[in-house]
């Protein structure tokens, strides 16, 4: 049996080169040996401020993006998350097994939420416990993200445990898969920051649909130091980025990357990421370019894998319902 992999990316932006190689990129690697399925979780991205016609459009975009990344719809489901509506019925009975305490320790909230507690959502708070129940709901092995959602995948093994002991063993208790290179890629103009969608910055980051002029600037600007010589040190993280992005596009081993720099420049080192983020985007846009054309393909990809998912639900949520007292 192969294990069974979940995992989701907010439609809530451009998609950058953080988000793919910290996520999609290793989906794809691994689309043979696992039992796959991708959503686009929508009903996260309403957990802050958002225009409705901006999110339609988010989401046609992120499919199109998933299909041009490689991620074959013959050897996985990819579905939009409000297309089943059990998410938020088992979101809401998640809540009710979750403590307050955890979700206040979630970094992530504590960082979104700064000084607007009185003008954020609810939902922005108890938006894990939805992450729990994508994941809960498709009794899911393994849950491939970056970096910063580890904390919440392992909110989600703790509410699975919570729940099993109280209501017996309902739910498989997922791992969080976090690819050793490339699961924490820094912002272009200030490498102390993440690589995030939200960034205002002009040169912050590189989408994968980007102009490509544009993200070859993008990278040949990118803030370094005053240092010279090119070695994978973290002190050093502007230079440190840029090595990692060339790392985890290459799979050349450190050693290899460091003797292949010898002797050059930051300004050789930003013009070779910059050929390896090209060589990597260029084919995915034509790719998109070509698939978008047809609409009608894409509607058919997503109802086929939501009519394939039906039956894993059906019987989560009716051992979820039975075990909690509704049935
Ligand atoms: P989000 O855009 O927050 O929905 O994130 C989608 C996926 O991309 C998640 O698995 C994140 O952990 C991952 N991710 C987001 N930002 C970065 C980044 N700067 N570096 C690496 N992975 C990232
Ligand atoms: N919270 C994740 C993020 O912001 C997206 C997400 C929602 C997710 N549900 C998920 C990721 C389930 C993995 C599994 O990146």
Same mark, same amino acid.
């Given at each position: 049996m192969k294990k069974r992999v979940f995992s989701g990316i907010q439609p809530s932006g451009h998609l950058h080169i953080g988000n793919y190689l910290g996520s999609i990129r290793n989906w794809v690697r691994d689309l043979d040996s696992r039992d796959n399925i991708f959503c686009v979780v929508d009903q996260h991205a309403i957990t802050v401020d958002y225009d409705p016609s901006e999110l339609r459009a988010n989401v046609r975009e992120l499919v199109g993006l998933y299909l041009a990344c490689g991620l074959d719809p013959d050897k996985c489901n990819l579905f939009v998350?409000?297309?089943?509506p059990e998410h938020t019925e088992l979101a809401w009975l998640l809540t009710c097994v979750t403590p307050m305490g955890w979700l206040e320790r979630m970094t992530q909230f504590k960082d979104k939420v700064g000084s607007k507690r009185e003008r954020v959502g609810t939902g922005l708070f108890t938006y894990p416990t939805l992450m729990a129940a994508d994941i809960l709901l498709y009794q899911s092995h393994e849950v491939p993200v970056g970096d910063d959602q580890k904390q919440h995948v392992e909110l989600t093994r703790d509410i699975a445990e919570r729940f099993n002991h109280k209501f017996g063993e309902v739910f498989v208790v997922p791992e969080p898969v976090i690819p050793e290179v490339g699961a924490r890629i820094m912002g272009? #103009? #200030?490498?102390?920051?993440k690589m995030s969608k939200s960034a205002e910055g002009q040169h912050h980051s590189v989408a994968l649909l980007d102009d490509l002029k544009k993200a070859r600037k993008t990278i040949m600007r990118a803030v370094t130091d005053s240092g010279r010589d090119i070695v994978f040190d973290p002190e050093r993280a502007g230079l440190y980025n840029l090595l990692s992005v060339y790392q985890a596009l290459t799979g050349q081993s450190r050693d290899e990357i460091a003797t292949h720099f010898e002797g050059k420049g930051y300004g050789d080192l930003k013009k070779e990421v910059a050929e390896a983020v090209i060589a990597e985007i260029e084919p995915i846009q034509a790719r998109y370019r070509e698939l978008t054309a047809d609409p009608s393909h894409i509607d058919g990809v997503l109802a086929q894998s939501v009519a394939n998912l039906r039956p894993i639900v059906d019987q989560t949520m009716d051992a979820v319902r039975r075990a909690m007292g509704h049935r």
């Open positions: 998350q409000s297309h089943i272009f #103009d #200030d490498p102390t920051v």
